[in-house]
């Protein structure tokens, strides 16, 4: 019989090597995360893959998954412990290799498998490990499917009917890059830079961008797991710095910049400025309806107002549907009600037919943004992005607060604001307006500037996001009005940035 996963083990020692290491806190909403090494170990990875092959049978699924790893150091050898379990589980695993998480996706449509399993820390430091999982293509697993691995993991449920299978499936890649660029060619002469941070999207996304007619100025695509530039991460600011640099050295008509694993794509126009992806979604949602009235769009929680307020989507007839942050809910929720596309302010997009299958691919998105330049020859990025209504927007801002207590943390600040429009009490010195409590609390009050509180769903940390379509001192006004009552909670700690 297989151990129990015991929640803590000490590193160098023979419990650690001989039972199975699952901190609890790992199962996230939608997908896990652990720093390998103290919180998770590989026996506790091989638990996992027992555990997921698990809930398939358990979900009525055919036990057949797809998996890949991205590039970090230890990626291969936690897939192939993941692969271990998954097989004694009594599933076949389709091996894909390296892998953007993206390519993972497209592996379920293009092997007809219904699972997936990509082993991938995605944005997060170097030390992190996670696995994004799926058991009904093109969505990936929620709160409902999380906690029951959680119960079956950490109880060590375990149906171990034997007889999985493994192969790796060669050629993938080019399957997929193939699937991208079959496609029209950009008609506009584009000089776009491609910014990987030596991530895994080093590997495929300049030959994308290449392949549909850009001239590509690469930065930073050369694989290495160190990641000695900075994070791959298209919400850290060096790495948008290092994109900034790069448009105005070379003189770009834009810097596209992907994640660690290839899901998220972040954008700095012409002039050297982030446009927030939550903008450019905007600007691809006037693009898109423009071509197909009466448009239907998902974005999140954390995302610009301008949504609901822009002339140009009215005139378009477009509407737009606020839901909760998070990939999974996001990808689940667009394809509930048949948006067209959905946009999430980290960068993670969204496509249905005709532009992709429904999940998050930062290739795709980047396309699309070179093909609404494509459309509009005689303007810029920056050009684009002035067109819009203006706002004031804040960073995704992120003070710390323990796993543990995040939650908790955030059901008070909800209740203290539904308790403070009920009580007609005044935030940044007007009445609340309107407040959306789908995943925290957003707060708008009467001349539209809002802000939000969100527990994250990847890091011990909370979300704060503030924007006011007024002037800078109102968001400024917002941030204090929300940050005095984060303060009211000695578990809050301090901002990783602030406005």
């Known amino acids: 019989m297989f151990p129990t996963p015991k929640p803590a083990l000490v590193p160098n020692t023979y419990a650690y090597e001989s039972e199975p290491l699952v901190k609890p806190t790992g199962f996230r909403e939608y997908d896990a995360r652990w720093l390998f090494g103290s919180e998770i170990n590989l026996m506790g990875v091989?638990?996992?893959?027992?555990?997921?092959?698990?809930?398939?049978?358990?979900?009525?699924?055919?036990?057949?998954?797809?998996?890949?790893?991205?590039?970090?150091?230890?990626?291969?050898?936690?897939?192939?412990?993941?692969?271990?379990?998954?097989?004694?589980?009594?599933?076949?695993?389709?091996?894909?290799?390296?892998?953007?998480?993206?390519?993972?996706?497209?592996?379920?449509?293009?092997?007809?498998?219904?699972?997936?399993?990509?082993?991938?820390?995605?944005?997060?430091?170097?030390?992190?490990?996670?696995?994004?999982?799926?058991?009904?293509?093109?969505?990936?697993?929620?709160?409902?499917?999380?906690?029951?691995?959680?119960?079956?993991?950490?109880?060590?449920?375990?149906?171990l009917k034997g007889g999985g299978a493994y192969r790796f499936v060669?050629?993938?890649?080019?399957?997929?890059?193939?699937?991208?660029?079959?496609?029209?060619?950009?008609?506009?002469?584009?000089?776009?830079?491609?910014?990987?941070?030596?991530?895994?999207?080093?590997?495929?996304?300049?030959?994308?961008?290449?392949?549909?007619?850009?001239?590509?100025?690469?930065?930073?695509?050369?694989?290495?797991?160190?990641?000695?530039?900075?994070?791959?991460?298209?919400?850290?600011?060096?790495?948008?710095?290092?994109m900034r640099d790069a448009v105005l050295a070379s003189g770009a008509d834009v810097a596209l910049g992907f994640d660690g694993d290839g899901d998220r794509c972040g954008v700095v126009d012409d002039e050297g400025d982030e446009i927030f992806a939550d903008k450019v979604g905007a600007m691809l949602a006037r693009d898109i309806s423009a071509q197909q009235p009466n448009s239907v769009f998902v974005v999140d929680v954390k995302s610009t107002g301008i949504f609901m307020t822009d002339p140009v989507l009215a005139a378009n007839g477009a509407r737009t549907e606020y839901w909760k942050t998070g990939h999974s809910y996001m990808k689940r929720r667009v394809n509930?009600?048949?948006?067209?596309?959905?946009?999430?302010?980290?960068?993670?997009?969204?496509?249905?037919?005709?532009?992709?299958?429904?999940?998050?691919?930062?290739?795709?998105?980047?396309?699309?943004?070179?093909?609404?330049?494509?459309?509009?020859?005689?303007?810029?990025?920056?050009?684009?992005?002035?067109?819009?209504?203006?706002?004031?927007?804040?960073?995704?801002?992120?003070?710390?607060?323990?796993?543990e207590v995040k939650y908790g943390v955030v059901d008070a600040v909800v209740k203290h604001f539904e308790e403070a429009r009920a009580e007609g009490v005044l935030i940044a010195g007007q009445k609340i307006r309107d407040l959306v409590t789908v995943n925290g609390v957003r707060v708008t009050v009467e001349d539209g500037t809002w802000g939000l509180v969100r527990a994250s769903s990847n890091k011990p940390e909370l979300v704060v996001v503030v924007e006011s379509p007024v002037s800078r001192e109102r968001m400024h006004e917002m941030f204090r009005a929300v940050d005095g009552v984060l303060r009211t909670h000695e578990e809050v700690g301090a901002y990783n940035q602030t406005i």
């Open 336 to 403: 509930e009600i048949g948006a067209v596309a959905g946009f999430e302010k980290s960068g993670h997009f969204f496509f249905n037919k005709p532009l992709g299958r429904g999940y998050d691919d930062g290739l795709i998105f980047a396309l699309a943004v070179c093909d609404m330049l494509d459309r509009n020859p005689d303007k810029s990025m920056a050009d684009l992005k002035r067109a819009l209504p203006r706002t004031w927007s804040s960073p995704t801002m992120a003070p710390h607060c323990a796993d």
């Open 170 to 242: 060669a050629g993938l890649a080019e399957r997929y890059l193939a699937d991208l660029t079959d496609r029209p060619k950009i008609g506009r002469r584009l000089k776009v830079v491609c910014a990987c941070g030596n991530g895994t999207a080093g590997a495929f996304a300049p030959q994308v961008l290449e392949a549909v007619g850009c001239e590509v100025v690469r930065l930073d695509c050369e694989l290495d797991h160190t990641f000695p530039n900075y994070n791959p991460n298209t919400e850290d600011m060096k790495m948008l710095h290092a």
């Open 46 to 159: 091989q638990a996992l893959g027992m555990g997921l092959g698990t809930l398939i049978r358990e979900l009525g699924v055919a036990p057949e998954i797809v998996t890949g790893h991205d590039f970090r150091g230890y990626s291969a050898a936690i897939k192939y412990a993941l692969i271990t379990g998954l097989m004694a589980a009594g599933c076949r695993v389709h091996d894909i290799g390296l892998a953007v998480t993206p390519m993972a996706y497209f592996a379920q449509f293009d092997l007809d498998v219904p699972c997936v399993a990509m082993v991938t820390a995605s944005h997060n430091d170097n030390g992190w490990t996670g696995v994004k999982m799926g058991a009904n293509r093109p969505l990936t697993f929620g709160p409902d499917e999380m906690t029951r691995l959680k119960e079956i993991v950490l109880g060590a449920r375990f149906d």
